[in-house]
């Protein structure tokens, strides 16, 4: 077992990618800090690596509501249409759970909100499911609103039978993430398609980013991301992936983090002696 204070983990787990383990680390915190629950109303996971703040991000959804919110990827291919998410989720649950969400939404696990207690039901099971926790071989489905009015008295379970930790790698979590909201294991949840998501993801290239030069020196880009191009279109209150788009990447790096020269990244690995290891190539 790895152990650090309060928290164990199989030994297994200290090979995990950062993208997956962070989910029985999240677990793990809310489980022995449980006055955080008290603490806290609302909650938001971000990749914190390519994401920033236009707006205060709490403000699409009510404090007092209980709530669970995701978030569209990739919006021009389902599920079935992309090798990678498709790949992560036959990995992990095998052929037939692939093919049984194909036509869904791509939904991206870097960016999920909600209330304290759906987002904690959340984190229950994702922690449990990475870490091949066998209590989460088989997950409760939740009632929706049309079923709220016919409840069966047997509980329906969603058989995973999931091959952690064998089919642990990066990206996998996204797998996991996509086949509990949509076999029904997180209802009822908000799904946000991007076209008036209050978080863009840059990589659906569906946003109206918009990056005005400096007008003189010292003076910083301009910088706003539109939730969809057009008249009218709302401000994304949270930007996600925008290392996918060089000239923001670029004016926000300017804006934010400028000891680094962006338009000479070659002079950066030069006076760095550990980079000296290691031939530059620009542009690769």
């Known amino acids: 077992m790895i152990t650090s204070g309060k928290d164990k983990y199989p030994e297994y787990m200290a090979n995990f990618h950062p993208s997956t383990l962070r989910w029985e680390l999240f677990r793990t915190f809310f489980i022995d800090h449980e006055g955080y629950k008290m603490i806290y109303n609302r909650v938001f996971l971000l990749d ?9 991000p709490f403000t699409f959804f009510a ?26 989720i036959e990995s992990c649950f095998g052929a037939e759970m692939a093919r049984s969400v194909a036509s869904q939404s791509i939904l991206c696990s870097g960016t999920v909100a909600g209330s304290m207690d759906r987002v904690a039901e959340y984190i229950e099971l994702m922690g449990g499911i990475v870490s091949g926790d066998p209590a989460f071989r088989k997950v409760p489905l939740r009632e929706t609103a049309a079923e709220a ?3 069966s008295t047997v509980q329906r379970m969603l058989d995973l039978s999931a ?20 076999r029904g294991a997180l209802a009822p949840v908000t799904v946000w398609m991007q076209q008036d998501s209050p978080v863009a993801n840059l990589q659906a290239q569906v946003a109206d980013v918009s990056v005005t030069s400096p007008p003189s020196d010292g003076a910083t880009y301009g910088i706003r991301v539109k939730s969809r191009r057009g008249d009218g279109a709302p401000d994304a209150l949270v930007v996600h992936q925008y290392d996918r788009h060089p000239v923001l990447q670029r004016a926000l790096f300017q ?14 690995w030069a006076a760095e002696p550990a980079c000296q290891l290691y031939d530059y190539v620009d542009g690769y």
């Not at 390519?50 to 707006?55: K, L, S």
């Not at 291919?77 to 498709?86: A, D, F, L, M, R």
């Not at 091959?163 to 949509?182: A, I, M, T, W, Y």
Request: glycine share 8%; net charge negative; charged share 20%.
């Open 48 to 56: 914190v690596r390519d994401t920033f703040f236009q707006h205060d």
């Open 63 to 88: 404090p007092e509501l209980s709530s669970l919110h995701v978030f569209q990827g990739v919006a021009s291919k389902s599920i079935g249409q992309c090798s990678w998410n498709s790949g992560w």
């Open 149 to 151: 009015g016919s409840r």
């Open 163 to 182: 091959k952690f930790p064998s089919c642990e790698r990066n990206g996998v979590d996204q797998g996991v993430h996509n086949v509990l909201v949509h």
């Open 255 to 268: 804006r934010y983090v400028d000891w680094i020269d962006t338009d000479n990244f070659a002079a950066l």
